[in-house]
């Protein structure tokens, strides 16, 4: 009887092998390369830019001093007095009733032989490398007539002093005195003294410390290894300030672009919301100095080549929060702020606020295409808000293009409800979030096979797959969500008839502080790592060619077939046929491809790949290079050949049409 058993179940298993093998023969893949699919828009692939783990102040705004204005709740946060056993001298906080930056500090000292001062700790230390220059700048004023000098030190984790220079000749006006720092050892958690020589008061303000050597050398600048990476993804366009917190957890705690632009100390420092959304990880310190805001976005955009995307908030704030919403008699307010912001962006310098961006230093307009009502909003009070944005949008700026939205979700009553909605409102953009099990990713590639071109175009403007969180609770950037979102963007290119646009989300994320994962790019206060994910994105946003050609394999587009997912487009500039494929079998494929209607192709195609077999593998900070793409030629004859795509593969071939 066993012996039967065990004859059936090795007479089932040959047939299964022989099932796969005969299966796997099929997988011939034919590319037509004459067939003229849509055109991939040059937005196509982008990026989601968010305040969230300490992306902006601590991350990529290379500003090194933390409540650089006293603004925060607690005017010392950060701050540790510097006043001896004895104190000598005495610390104060001023405020001048001006609503944007009222708080300064006064620091007295007693004594002529006394030091006395302040010591910054920085967005969990501050990151400073040897022999790099850092320039240190205060608001400053003096008060009485003597002349006290300040001393400003680098100081690293063991209180030695790593960098220094002085600074006096301060009158009893304010004004902004400047200082060089060079530093004399690398140091991830280093922190800066701010010390009052000599007797007298000193009243101080804006103490502020960034590195020299900035993106592009721009004073109030950018982290140059961060920005280097966003721009070596050679983004479509940026989104920006966000996420939610665009909607703030309650309306007074929006983001308001207005008070993110002019000179930096007169703008409003304000709470993170997400100081306090996530219980685990509440950092009390997460504020918004503003120094990154609404110009610096739209510089960045220009710098990055990429279309600037700004969302604004639609008179609600965010639904998982309060829901608060501004009654329908106020929402004049919140519009105008959008017309507005199209006027900074675009306007004549004549215009009010299109000369505001001329006194900030571009007079050129910053060519603002397209505009995001509410993030992720749902229910009938946000058609109300969408209705009477658009109306007024459109009536003065109708060729700004809008981009509704369809809530949080990728699917339900909600997401159902929103979509009929938006097909009659009709913005020319519509923003899908998902953030989904990497599985969810490999099922859905097909997810845009069937919706309808004739209304908005998609905007897939958040998505990340989320794996199952480690008991820390963080979700790992691992290969297996990164093969998940391959495969599905293969959907997405596929469909450049209704997808437009996508980006990944969360984009930067501080290794000490972070609020949400996984996320595209991690950092520290040195160093910064590209996950698997980064690669993805980066392979498709710089191989995504001009238009789709149908790649076909048992009559079908292939988004699943034998774990096999496939997009081809044709690269008019360079005359290559761009072949993107996924293998997310835990087996090599040897697969057929045939190149059809082109009489000739290159003798050889030039292959990029990402692949590893331990799926839960990821970059890390400290590894940063498990997993990275590997470039390589193959030589080919003919119009058909095999191709060997490894295990757990993404795979982007290039070959030349002759
Ligand atoms: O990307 C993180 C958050 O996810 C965004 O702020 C929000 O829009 C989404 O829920």
């Known amino acids: 009887m066993r012996l039967q058993m065990r004859k059936r179940l090795l007479l089932l298993s040959s047939l299964f092998m022989l099932l796969c093998s005969l299966k796997a023969q099929n997988n011939t893949i034919t590319i037509h390369a004459d067939q003229k699919g849509a055109n991939i828009s040059p937005t196509m692939w982008g990026l989601f830019f968010e305040d969230i783990n300490f992306a902006a102040d601590g991350g990529v705004y290379a500003e090194l001093v933390k409540n650089r204005s006293f603004e925060f709740n607690n005017p010392f946060m950060g701050w540790r007095r510097l006043m001896g056993r004895i104190p000598r001298g005495r610390l104060d906080v001023f405020n001048t009733g001006n609503p944007n930056n009222p708080r300064y500090i006064q620091i007295i000292n007693n004594s002529a032989d006394s030091t006395v001062g302040i010591q910054n700790e ?49 009158t009893d006006k304010w004004n902004k005195h400047k200082a060089k720092l060079t530093a004399t050892a690398t140091e991830a958690k280093a922190s800066l003294r701010v010390l009052v020589k000599g007797e007298g008061t000193l009243h101080m303000d804006m103490i502020s410390l960034f590195p020299q050597d900035t993106w592009k050398g721009r004073e109030n600048g950018f982290r140059k290894d ?9 983004p479509g366009f ?10 703030g957890r309650d309306l ?15 703008r409003k420092v304000i709470i993170n919301r997400w100081s306090s959304e996530i219980a685990q990880r509440s950092p009390a310190d997460y504020y918004q100095s503003y120094g990154l805001g609404f110009y610096e976005y739209f510089l960045l ?36 702020d959008a017309l507005d912001l199209i006027e900074f962006a675009n306007g004549a310098i004549t215009t009010k606020w299109g000369k505001l961006r001329a006194e900030m230093g571009h007079p050129a307009p910053f060519n603002l295409k397209k505009l995001g009502v509410g993030n992720e909003q749902w229910g009938p009070e946000y058609i109300t808000r969408a209705k009477a944005f658009t109306a007024v949008i459109k009536k003065k700026y109708p060729t700004i293009e809008l981009i509704g939205s369809v809530g949080p979700y990728s699917g339900g009553e909600n997401f159902e409800y929103l979509w009929k909605e938006m097909k009659t409102l009709k913005p020319e953009l519509v923003d899908e979030h998902y953030y989904s099990p990497p599985n969810w990713f ?14 908005p175009k998609i905007f897939a403007g958040e998505f990340a797959a989320h794996d199952r969180p480690l008991p820390d609770g963080r979700r790992k950037n691992n290969w297996y969500g990164a093969l998940a979102e391959a495969a599905f963007m293969t959907g997405l290119e596929r469909n450049a008839r209704v997808v437009s646009m996508a980006s990944y989300a969360p984009l930067f994320a501080h290794v000490d502080v972070w609020q949400w994962s996984p996320n ?12 698997a994910n980064y690669y993805v994105q980066q392979l498709f946003s710089t191989n995504k060619g001009s238009y789709v050609v149908p790649a076909i394999m048992n009559e079908k587009s292939i988004a699943g077939e034998d774990s096999l997912y496939v997009s081809a487009t044709i690269d008019d500039r360079s005359n290559e046929i761009i072949i993107k494929l996924v293998n997310a079998n835990p087996a090599q494929k040897n697969i057929t491809i045939n190149i ?3 009489t000739r192709i290159a003798n050889k195609l030039t292959v990029t790949t990402l692949s590893n077999t331990d799926l839960q593998l990821e970059n890390s900070v400290e590894q940063q290079t498990n997993i990275i793409p590997v470039k390589k030629e193959i030589s080919i004859s003919g119009n058909s050949f095999t191709y060997m795509a490894e295990a757990s593969s993404m795979n982007v071939i290039r070959i030349q049409k002759n």
């Open 238 to 247: 940026i989104r920006f300030p966000g996420g939610c917190i665009v909607e």
């Open 596 to 598: 059809t209607g082109v």
């Open 252 to 266: 007074a705690n929006r983001y308001q672009w207005k008070n993110t632009v002019g000179k930096v100390e007169d």
């Open 301 to 336: 955009a220009e710098d990055l080549g990429a279309e600037p995307l700004p969302i604004l908030n639609c008179g609600m704030a965010c639904q998982f929060n309060t829901g608060e919403l501004v009654a329908m008699e106020q929402l004049d307010t919140y519009i105008q």
């Open 442 to 455: 490999l099922r859905n590639a097909r997810r845009y096979d069937t919706y309808d071109v004739s209304g």
């Open 122 to 170: 920085g967005f969990r230390g501050m990151g400073v490398q040897e022999g790099a220059t850092y320039n240190f700048s205060v608001l400053i004023k003096k008060a009485g007539t003597k002349n006290p000098s300040l001393v400003i030190e680098l100081v690293n984790s063991k209180g030695e002093v790593i960098g220094t220079t002085s600074l006096s000749g301060f």
């Open 520 to 531: 595209l790019i991690w950092f520290n206060n040195l160093t910064s790592v590209a996950t």
């Open 226 to 234: 961060l920005v280097q990476k966003l721009y070596d993804l050679k």
